[in-house]
């Protein structure tokens, strides 16, 4: 199947890559999206895997839409990245409005340009219940809308829906992802923080996988307070 | 009800804002979406008009889709601008992929991070069979989509569905809009052409409508033409 792969330069989405271009299932484009993320180091990681598997490989360039959507740590800078576990309410301060349904809808745009069948994306199941658009009626309905969208049906895939992020893990680990070549950080910093809610989650990801952590965490211990909450 | 707008500037949109606005019926905001549209001269009204009614306007910037969505006549300046009869074949020149779910999608991210409760659009009765994404399967599963995009559903309007453009015309001149601050041209120039698709459509409403048209268009009898196909 020829499938527009919407990548970022986060682990998930460059095992999703792999796991359409390496394990040789499609023919692939890759397509990053900037819609003003804070920091753009993940779309720098974007490119460097797309190129060294030889997928060619565009971004999407949205980012004035930071100023339409404001709000979100994710795309205002003074907005504070919080910190510890993902699926806690401080992390709401990351929820991109619509981000979902505007990235799919620039992908599927983009799969009809070039005459490609459907588009795949890295939901996963450590999806959070903070993010609306990231429940199964939503996903349903806008995949019908896709469907609809052109005359020729454009499919919209999640091959991980059902996969924990340890799962991602080990999946990229048989497919021989460079996981250093896959940034998570919210803080946008050369090096990992270790203490915002995907540090936490890519941390914690890898030790129940039990594939080693090639990772450089400036903070690499804090994670354990984030294994059991702290108590109120 | 807290609406935003989706406005170009043109004739249709121009009147659906004064229908929310000017019909007293909605708190609005006005949004264009600049989406690397040939010319730009539709969004200079757009701004005219809300600046006019005073509602909060603002621009989506997402003209570098022009790059990932090729082959329509609106984004690449390297594709001729068709002329005659909207609902001819040679019309499909003007389709944008997947311009209603992109625009939408981001009209509704807009609304959530202002916390309005519905976006508006000028879908109209003369919505042309070349655009899949005006047929009522695609915009009836968008809606869905709309409802679960955030916690609070996002309503999707289309006061006008049901209008054909002669009776936007009415309206519209019911609300006293000044049509001269709208543009509907593909060519792009400072006057209207008088012969692409849009032309032809609006000058035919105008006619049907019963309404004077005050526009100006280089060529004011090429329409008549169009009333009855050429024989082949």
Redesign the interface.
């Known amino acids: 199947m020829k499938v527009v792969v919407i990548t970022s330069g986060g682990l998930d989405s460059t095992v999703l890559l792999h796991h359409h271009h390496t394990g040789k299932r499609d023919e692939v484009r890759a ?1 990053a999206i900037d819609y003003g993320q804070r920091h753009r180091r993940e779309l720098g990681f974007a490119e460097i895997n797309a190129t060294k598997l030889n997928v060619p490989f ?1 971004v ?3 980012k ?2 930071r ?5 979100s740590s994710q795309t205002s800078s003074n907005v504070a990245v919080p910190h510890g576990r993902y699926d806690e309410e401080s992390m709401k301060a990351t929820v ?4 979902n ?2 990235l ?3 992908a ?3 799969a ?2 070039h005459k490609f069948e459907a588009v795949s994306y890295a939901a996963h199941a450590g999806d959070h219940a903070i993010y ?2 990231c ?1 199964e ?2 996903v349903n ?2 995949e ?8 020729i049906p454009i499919k919209i895939m999640r091959p991980f829906v059902h996969t924990t992020k340890a799962g991602i893990v080990k999946v990229g680990d048989g497919l021989g992802v460079n996981f250093l070549s896959t940034y998570s950080c919210y803080e946008g910093g050369a090096i990992h923080c270790g203490k915002c809610g995907t540090c936490v989650e890519r941390i914690m990801a890898f030790k129940e996988a039990g594939v080693p952590d090639p990772t450089k965490y400036l903070d690499s211990d804090y994670w354990k307070h984030c294994v059991e909450p702290a108590k109120s």
């Open positions: 397509l565009e999407a360039n949205v004035s839409l100023d339409l959507l404001p709000g991109v409005p619509n981000r349904m505007i799919l809808s620039i599927i745009g983009h009809i340009a609306p658009d429940r009626e939503f309905a806008l019908q809308a896709a469907l609809l969208a052109d005359w």
